[in-house]
């Protein structure tokens, strides 16, 4: 379909067309083309891939008469939605659909189209593999797509006659003479269909039936053309007629069966599977598919031996276990009978038949029988170099050039509740597609789509597991399937006819497993499952009492995964395990008992240099520190993890967790961290309450924690009083940090610079990651307030990056505020609405009330100031009404208030706007923070200038400007911007002598006078 272009390889999506049109990424999942007019569009571009198409003939394809009044911008909105689709599933892949005069273009070199035609000429069976219905299927009745359709389907008929030919020659006449009958009498005029048909049936024996099709094609071609067969087709009618030799079928000797079994469904989710072992099967003599029962291995081996020709399924299911009869069942699969009276041993009669031969012998469930099979395979691959094995297992075979290809279970959605990520899943698709295939209405959908991934997350995408709960949804509903998930075992069962036993219920799959154990193994694989999410080496040694041996052989049967650091067992394997647990009672008390000492051991560690490592290791233990919780572990194990827990941002997590009872002991400890957690999410307190708990308070670093939520609470005053002073450095580095965000408020820079940088100092030479972000911070603000946005922007960056690499939520989400607030303040509004956006959904995620305001700022400010007024005011009010709630007056109350003045003035309200800025004024006298006196003033010179009484706006304007200099507080560049929008208006109007005069004498007032003015 013409040059590929000169954009690069790296940005790979496939295409099909040879089916209903699909874009699919490099990991093989489907891009999501939103809409039938955007599924349309790529169909037109696919079908003249590579070549442009004018935006007039696209407008035409897609509406026909019925174009739009603004037929260009529709095309233009159609060509956006389809580069966002792509690009949002495989990063810089929009870039595929070029605009180019006098249309649009798409580059691509990989449509299954151009490879089917590629692999057309040497490899038919292949090529017709890629075939997944009619071309074009779900677009082939528009006229733009007609020839297209037509050249394709041409190409399959002449690939189907080629394989056809082709197995003609391997002797599956029978199979052939079946397979082309419908297909001729589809196509009655086609010649070269019609005599590989007749040699099929000649060789099958049925020589009448061929002379009477010949007949038939002989009177089509006269009744419907006026001409007779082809010299070709007559030459090969007089053979029949004379019934030569050469047309008879090889003997049965010679030939090998094919005995893979066709296709009866789709297979979903196995694309980059499949195109990893179809390039691996040729070049390697023997590849074993293991994994955990249900995985899909059996399928995926036969998706991959359909591929060659000739290949040999071999069940060996039905084999007891341990029983020798291997060798028997490849010579039943192949067909090969045992002549009468023959002594010879089945494994050297199988042998003599393949040996020469090009053959793929696929070995189907080998873990039961695993000797044997290692035994054949070994004189297989001795004797027999044309002769390729691919076993599917639960273990390997273990024998020296095994390839080991893990299958794992299919990939889960990134984001459960992103419908659009639930569709890209996998293992959601599967299950979609089995149970719409039980009930027709079933779709995935923003209702449904959170279901079905919590039921593909519980079933720990196990394909066997999502197909028998698909069966369910017709019966209970997808709601009444995930309700059940409890009780899966009663739960997953299959009244399906055409599977095996042990594949009809999930029981029975993992119990085939089990019983091949022994029954050492089976109690270390039931000791394993009490942990949640997998455990160390150590930690089973030290709970279980299970070797290294022991686990590696549960990893070598399939029942324990290894990812290089932890073992797990799937969910569905650890529960059937625990119903099978002797003594759990004991197990779980040495579970509870390691996760007390190791987050004991964490807790100190979590306040220096082994901070990212401990971390890091207490996220890998989550789900076991909270089994252990709840089975014991209680008041003390919560005391253990608080400053996990707060480091990670999980405050509510932390605030149950804490809610345990525990002893008078237990509860001295808990306590001033109980408060800590409740301050941080907005709880109501009581001053003499929070005093009294820190006094009883035995440790001063709980003791600065409760100070420390206090003033996201912005009470200043009682969290200097409440401050410990301690020997300890990491505290004492601690409450520098706290100090330093005191001055902050305060506009006592010299103290910030003091406290912040010794805080800072301390932190780094404590290794403390967190304690540096803190104390930074602060002097990331300060050099904000001096003016100095690009070495605020240095350090607030290298805190996001040093928060990002700790995994500290709370601490990115911080950062991201303050990258967001200094977007506004030098008037870079959608950097701010990205970041502040952000940070946003991290606060809301946490919990804390302080960060969502953080956030908010951001946002209100940045859309006012970028003209987008409706969304500041909400904004800007759910702020305010924050603020005004609070029990002392927030921090971040004053600006919020300016800001909302500002907008009410651009909304008509210049009352309205100069009742907010003279409220801010007055609250940031009593909050000690003149510096936020000074943007108030501003605001009423803007109102006033707006009401018309101009010599007063000029007054305030002298004011503001003379108080910033004496707090050491430059205006940023955004607020300079508001400045000088109200000298511009006021020079108008006073003419500029005047305005001098006037902006002279405000600059003699104090704040409060000039206040005085309006």
């Not at 020469?356 to 035994?375: F, P, S």
């Not at 579970?591 to 901070?611: E, F, I, K, N």
């Not at 946003?840 to 804390?848: D, K, L, N």
């Amino acid at each position: 379909m013409g040059s590929y272009g000169s954009l690069s390889e790296d940005v790979l999506v496939r295409f099909g067309v040879l089916g209903p049109v699909t874009a699919t990424t490099e990991a093989g999942d489907p891009v999501v083309i939103p809409g039938a007019k955007v599924r349309l569009l790529l169909a037109d571009l696919l079908t003249n891939r590579n070549h442009v198409v004018s935006a007039d003939r696209l407008i035409d394809d897609l509406w026909g008469e019925n174009a739009p009044a603004n037929a260009s911008g529709a095309l233009q909105v159609r060509v956006s939605q389809l580069r966002k689709a792509l690009g949002d599933a495989e990063p810089g892949a929009r870039d595929r659909v070029e605009s180019v005069a006098p249309g649009y273009v798409l580059r691509t070199g990989d449509v299954d189209a151009d490879r089917f035609a590629a692999l057309l000429p040497t490899d038919p069976a292949t090529a017709l593999g890629l075939w997944r219905g009619e071309a074009y299927a779900d677009v082939a009745d528009h006229e733009f797509v007609r020839a297209e359709v037509l050249r394709l389907t041409e190409q399959r008929l002449v690939a189907r006659e080629r394989l056809a030919a082709a197995r003609l020659e391997r002797g599956e006449h029978d199979a052939v003479a079946a397979e082309l009958a419908a297909l001729v009498a589809q196509h009655p005029l086609r010649e070269a269909l019609r005599g590989v048909y007749l040699r099929a049936l000649y060789a099958a024996g049925r020589r009448a039936e061929a002379l009477d099709s010949y007949a038939d094609l002989r009177n089509h071609l006269a009744d419907e053309l006026g001409l007779d067969p082809g010299p070709e087709l007559v030459a090969l009618h007089g053979r029949l007629l004379a019934q030569d030799a050469a047309l008879s079928p090889v003997p049965t000797a010679a030939i090998v069966r094919n005995s893979v079994p066709a296709r009866l469904d789709e297979l979903v989710g196995r694309g980059e599977a499949l195109v990893e072992l179809r390039a691996l099967v040729p070049s390697r003599r023997l590849v074993t598919l293991i994994g955990p029962g249900g995985v899909g291995k059996t399928r995926l081996a036969t998706e991959v031996a359909r591929d060659h020709a000739p290949a040999c399924l071999v069940e060996l299911a039905p084999l007891p276990a341990g029983d020798g009869g291997v060798a028997d069942r490849v010579l039943g699969a192949l067909d090969l009978a045992e002549p009468t009276g023959s002594v010879v041993p089945p494994a050297d009669r199988l042998l003599t038949a393949v040996r020469g031969r090009d053959l793929l012998i696929v070995l189907d469930n080998c873990e039961h029988v695993v000797e044997d099979a290692a035994e054949l395979v070994a004189r297989l691959l001795r004797e027999a170099p044309g002769v390729t094995v691919l076993a599917t297992s639960r273990e390997p075979l273990g024998l020296t050039g095994e390839v080991l290809w893990e299958v794992p279970p299919l990939p889960l959605a990134d984001d459960d509740h992103d419908v659009d990520a639930v569709r890209r899943s996998a293992a959601a698709r599967l299950f979609t597609a089995r149970a719409a295939a039980q009930q027709r209405t079933f779709r995935l959908d923003e209702r449904t789509a959170p279901l079905v991934a919590h039921l593909c997350r519980r079933l720990d995408g196990l394909p066997l597991a999502l197909e028998l709960a698909a069966t369910r949804v017709r019966a209970l509903g997808l709601e009444g399937v995930v309700a059940r998930l409890d009780d899966r075992f009663a739960l997953l069962t299959a009244s399906t006819r055409d599977v095996p036993a042990r594949q009809r219920t999930l029981t029975a799959v993992i119990a085939w497993s089990w019983d091949l154990l022994a029954p050492d193994d089976q109690q270390a694989l039931a000791r394993l499952a009490v942990f949640r999410d997998g455990c160390t080496a150590d930690a089973a040694s030290a709970v279980c009492g299970t070797s290294l041996d022991t686990l590696a052989t549960l990893v070598d049967r399939s029942l324990v995964v290894f990812d290089g650091h932890r073992y797990r067992l799937l969910e569905s394997v650890a529960e059937f395990a625990l119903a099978r647990l002797e003594s759990a009672d004991d197990v779980r008390a040495r579970h509870t008992s390691y996760h007390l000492a190791l987050a004991g051991r964490a807790d100190p560690l979590l306040r220096g240099p082994h901070q990212r490592e401990w971390l890091a290791r207490l996220d890998a233990e989550d789900a076991n520190l909270h089994a252990a919780l709840a089975a014991g572990g209680g008041l003390p194990l919560a005391c253990a993890l608080t400053w996990y827990w707060y480091l990670r941002g999980r405050l509510t997590e932390a605030r149950t967790a804490l809610a345990r009872p525990g002893t008078p002991a237990e509860e001295r400890r808990a306590s001033p961290w109980r408060l800590g957690f409740a301050l941080l999410q907005g709880a109501a307190f009581a001053a003499d309450d929070v005093r009294a708990c820190v006094a009883a308070c035995e440790d001063p670093r709980a003791a600065w924690f409760v100070a420390h939520a206090l003033i996201e609470r912005s009470e200043l005053e009682l969290t200097a009083s409440l401050l410990p002073v301690t020997d300890d450095p990491w505290t004492g580095a601690a409450v520098a940090s706290t100090r330093a965000m005191i001055a902050h408020a305060t506009g006592d820079w010299a103290e910030l610079e003091r406290v912040a940088t010794r805080g800072a100092a301390v932190f780094e030479e404590l290794g403390d990651g967190w304690g540096w972000l803190r104390a930074s911070e602060w002097l990331a603000g300060l050099a904000e307030v001096r003016g100095d946005f690009d070495g605020a922007a240095a350090l607030h960056s290298e805190g996001l990056r040093r928060a990002e690499e700790l995994s500290l939520t709370a601490e990115v989400g911080g950062r991201l505020s303050w990258l967001a607030w200094l977007a506004v303040q030098t008037r870079d509004y959608a950097a701010a609405q990205e970041l502040g956006e952000r940070a946003h959904r991290m606060a809301v995620a946490q919990g804390s009330s302080a960060s969502i305001a953080f956030a908010q700022i951001s946002l209100g400010f940045g859309a006012r100031r970028g003209g987008k007024l409706d969304r500041a005011v909400e904004h800007l009010t759910q702020l305010v009404e924050r603020g005004r709630a609070e029990a002392a007056t927030a921090l971040f109350l004053p600006m919020a208030l300016i800001e909302l003045g500002y907008a009410t003035e651009q909304l008509g309200d210049v009352d309205g706007a100069i009742a907010l800025h003279r409220e801010a004024f007055d609250l940031a006298g009593p909050m000690g923070s003149p510096r936020n006196e000074v943007p108030a003033l501003e605001g009423l010179a803007s109102a006033a200038a707006a009401r018309g009484d101009a010599p007063a706006a000029a007054r305030l304007l002298g004011a503001a400007a003379a108080a910033r200099v004496a707090v050491e507080s430059p205006p940023a560049p955004a607020e300079q911007d508001e400045v000088d929008r109200v000298t511009d208006r006021l020079t108008d109007v006073l003419g500029e002598p005047r305005l001098t005069v006037l902006l002279t004498e405000g600059a003699a007032l104090t704040p409060a006078e000039a206040r005085a003015l309006l």
